[in-house]
């Protein structure tokens, strides 16, 4: 059965939204089935950030209202065909979601895929409990300062008191001079002030919001090229997420071409799943 990752933030302007895609499509890059859910019904920017805005036909609501199928309304994401992504309804009137609709929609997706990465809205909602209900697991997204990182352990609390046993902490929009300066917290820092456990660290990238903005997904483009230090990273994160040990910061300050990094994820995530068996 595949796992159900909630990815989630209580303060807006995180990068939520991006975390949820770039871990979703590394997690393809390493060959794994993943499906997104735009579970943001309030801002729906899923489509934006992966280049679909032009290619949404029917939504998560439509599956939920029994309107369609999953398969419907799942749009594919990128060449290699491992990746689909679920919208969020163009216009929601804020009733509850069915309970029984969000269990069928989520069994269907386990069966199906090996990963569903769930991008869940920044309030606590009606809807969002019943999103958060379904996963196994949450990745709080914060800034690179400390009372964005706060607000991450707020989240965090709150997540514990509806059940939540594995919550991780991603820090976004990493300043590395800046925390060698000490005017910005250190890896170390964070690490020593936060009670939720560090999952990454996504460094500051100029190239980013353009890439969003051209719909340029991570991962994308030519095999020979190089990647950019903000795709190396979410591919550590990912493969953490799969039970692979990588250091922190690993490729990240000086990434290498994009079909070498892949194929040593590759490598070393099968060396991972051989020491497991």
Do not use: W
């Not at 060959?31 to 992966?50: E, H, P, S, Y």
């Not at 065909?81 to 997706?109: K, T, V």
């Not at 039970?243 to 922190?248: D, F, N, R």
């Amino acid at each position: 059965m595949g796992r159900v990752i909630f990815v989630t933030a209580f303060k807006g302007g995180v990068g939520k939204t991006t975390a949820a895609a770039g871990i979703a499509t590394a997690l393809a890059s390493l060959g794994k089935r993943v499906c997104i859910v735009d579970a943001d019904f309030g801002m729906r920017c899923m489509d934006l950030v992966l280049g679909l805005e032009n290619s949404v036909l029917f939504d998560c609501g439509d599956v939920l209202a029994g309107r369609c199928s999953l398969e419907d309304a799942l749009v594919r994401v990128g060449e290699s065909g491992l990746l689909r992504f679920l919208p969020a309804p163009m216009r929601y009137d804020g009733s509850e979601l069915p309970r029984d609709r969000a269990d069928e929609l989520f069994a269907s997706i386990r069966a199906n895929y090996d990963y569903c990465i769930v991008d869940s809205s920044a309030e606590l909602t009606d809807y969002y409990r019943s999103f958060a209900r379904e996963a196994d697991e949450a990745v709080v997204v914060s800034l690179h300062q400390s009372t964005s990182i706060r607000a991450a352990e707020k989240t965090a609390a709150n997540l514990a008191a509806i059940g939540y046993r594995r919550v991780r902490l991603l820090v976004n929009g990493y300043r590395y001079q800046l925390a060698a300066t000490g005017r910005l917290p250190t890896v170390l820092e964070v690490i020593r002030r936060s009670s939720v456990p560090l999952l990454g660290v996504i460094p500051a990238s100029e190239c980013l919001p353009a890439d969003q903005e051209s719909g340029e997904a991570p991962f994308g483009g030519k095999e020979r090229r190089r990647l950019k230090p903000y795709e190396a990273a979410f591919l550590n994160i990912a493969l953490r997420l799969c039970g692979a040990g990588v250091p922190l910061l690993d490729g990240v300050t000086s990434p290498g071409r994009k079909h070498a990094c892949l194929a040593a994820a590759k490598k070393k995530l099968s060396q991972t799943v051989s020491v497991s068996t």
